[in-house]
């Protein structure tokens, strides 16, 4: 077993770690096929040896070549570390500044078997969302930061650590991107070669950027859709007996099962396998699992009649589960499901995202290695069949939305029955939930607002939750109802955390925040460390699924409908705005979520640790990290977020933001454009 401090010794070469293969404790990413030629094989057995001094090539060289036979990519598993992968105390960490601490404590978390998707892989979620491409980068990135001071700044690109160069005290202490590709070369076909020849990676969102806090991230915005969803679509807060059908339990997805007992629903969540299922029921996420339909019809009707809570794991395919309900309703005329969405990692459909109905996931793996046309074939057939179930049932009630994973773009280019009349580029005949749930909530200002505590206490983590639910009712007098509402959500939700055992890995908390109560938590946190009831530093942070983090038109900004919905402005902006306004890591990556070449998103860690220049950082940068994409959704001509912008700047009198002036008669476009 490998201690801290070796694996702060940069790359173990003398004598070679033994090559112990893959683990068949873990689960393992699928097998990627980039169809490299003969030279580009040659091309990324050389560049994953030139990690390696020539002395070492002739051993390395055989097992890389194997491992891009077998797996698609060279992994490095002889270099996977022998110590275990959790997020260790901040002190711990054998660094000299809490800074580059924190950093490795958060990458870890990112690869702690309890937390990643497949850790060996160096994935944390979605299914290919990498914290780096292969362990040699692990490695070298922890050796850097252990050496690095507080004038230096480590460069990542996608995955690789350039070095450590010369900044200042104020500059962050690491700057990430991944997959800044060219425009025209961002295509999935070319970043399978790309990731193959160990020059890019797709970071996903939380996962490249080492902000990821396991399924709590996505349970609470979960909670908050299904709730807002309720609202929305049956009229009420109450969602006793209502029945929520959707798919996937992985990474990110796992979050439902949780979510929809806390909603107090009835969710009922295909898996196609085991190991995640195992996983979430193990975790007390997932009541029960059956792989038998009937059984989950029964459970499903025992459920809404007795209107009791309930989290089942279907272990089977969601078409199957679908085309069952339109079964039952065609048989009984009985509606047994009331809300429905779709989770599975449709982001990545021909490489292992989506399980074509009919085959199980070891025959998936195997076709899509084997026959990979036949494949995508089937996979698209399946998305036909999938959205024929749900437009059944949707015509005789259902309420159904993309969760923005990319379900509904997949299934238009596979050919099914999704266009909406008249619409544009980034609508469908389902609303994402960005349109429909949360978009106005982004135009509040309110978003994914998240902390870690370093010191591991639990302790120091219920003392965060207090002061975050004691700020929230501070600042909620006076505000709007609907204002009111999202704080009084998230106090509710902050005061049950606990008891809902939320904790996976890392002890973190996630809420949904404003502007003000970003910054006003924040600032409390660090008084707190400051006067000592709070024994560490934090690290606060945010998912780049946020106000100002992501463009991406069919999710994050599918609300947005002056044209520019495709326009990349606000992420950047966002990435550079943090940069230079106190913020101790940033990350701007290609991809997250949605999928490859779909989005442009970014994010930031950001230490307290109870000093002034953390709480002139708290105020700077996190003040502009809401604003810039109020303003962005204002300029659009979102009425929420122009009366969230112009509160701000009542209250802020050095922010100006250009306002939009609207077009009163719609008449004069059509007239003008007639001459």
Partial sequence: MSSLKEVCGGLPLNPLPPNQGRSNRVPHAPVRVPNLTPQEEKLALRNALRYFPPAVHEVLAAEFAEELRLYGHIYMYRFCPGIPMRAYPINSYPCKTKQAAAVMLMIMNNLDPCVAQFPQELVTYGGN????????????????????????????????PV????????????????????????????????????????????????????????????????????????????????????????????????????????????????????????????????????????????????KTPLSLGYHGNVVDLWERLVCEYDTTGELLVDLGSDQTSCHNPFSGGYCPVGLTEQEAGQLMHSEPARFRSLVQESLRRHIAAINKLADKGLFFWDYGNAFLLEAKRAGADVEKSGAGKTEFKYP???????????????????????????????????????????????????????????????????????????????????????????????????????????????????????DSPFRETSNIYDGSAFCADMAVQNFVGDAFRGATWVALHNGGGVGWGEVTNGGFGLVLDGSGDAARRVTMMLNWDVSNGVARRCWSGNDKAYETICQTMREHSDLRVTLPHSVADEGLLDRALRH
């Fill in 163 to 306: 070095g450590l160069f010369p900044s200042h005290r104020d500059a962050p202490r690491v700057v990430i991107t991944n997959g800044m590709v060219i425009p025209n070369y961002s295509s999935r076909d070319e970043y399978e070669k790309m990731f193959a020849l160990g020059i890019t990676m797709y970071g996903q969102m939380t996962a490249g950027s080492y902000c990821y806090i396991g399924p709590q991230g996505i349970v609470h915005g979960t909670v908050l859709t299904v709730l807002n969803a309720g609202r929305r679509y049956l009229g009420s807060s109450d969602l006793g007996g209502k029945v929520f059908v959707t798919a996937g339990l992985g990474g990110m997805s796992g979050a439902q099962a949780k979510a929809a007992v806390i909603a107090g629903c009835i969710g009922v969540i295909a898996e196609v396998d085991q190991a995640p299922l195992k996983k979430r029921h193990e975790q007390g996420w997932l009541m029960e699992i059956t792989s038998d339909l009937d059984r989950c019809i029964q459970r499903i009707r025992d459920a809404r009649m007795k």
């Fill in 432 to 550: 994402s939930y960005v349109q429909h749930i949360m978009g106005d909530i982004f135009s509040l200002g309110f978003g994914p607002f998240r902390w870690v505590c370093t010191s591991g206490d639990p302790e120091d983590l219920a003392t965060t939750d207090v002061i975050a639910s004691t700020v929230l009712e501070d600042i909620g007098k006076g505000v709007s109802d609907l204002v009111r509402q999202q704080y009084d959500d998230n106090i509710r939700w902050i005061r049950e955390a606990g008891k809902h055992n939320m904790v996976v890995g890392s002890q973190a908390r996630i809420l949904y925040s404003d502007q003000k109560g970003r910054v006003s938590i924040a600032l409390a946190i660090n008084t707190a460390i400051a006067d000592g009831r709070i024994k560490a530093p934090v690290v606060i942070s945010r998912d780049h699924h946020d106000v100002s983090g992501t």
């Fill in 129 to 160: 969302g990498q914290v780096f491409s292969n362990w040699a980068q692990f490695w070298l990135v922890m050796q850097f930061l252990c050496e690095m001071t507080e004038e230096q700044t480590l460069v990542m690109y996608s995955g690789h």
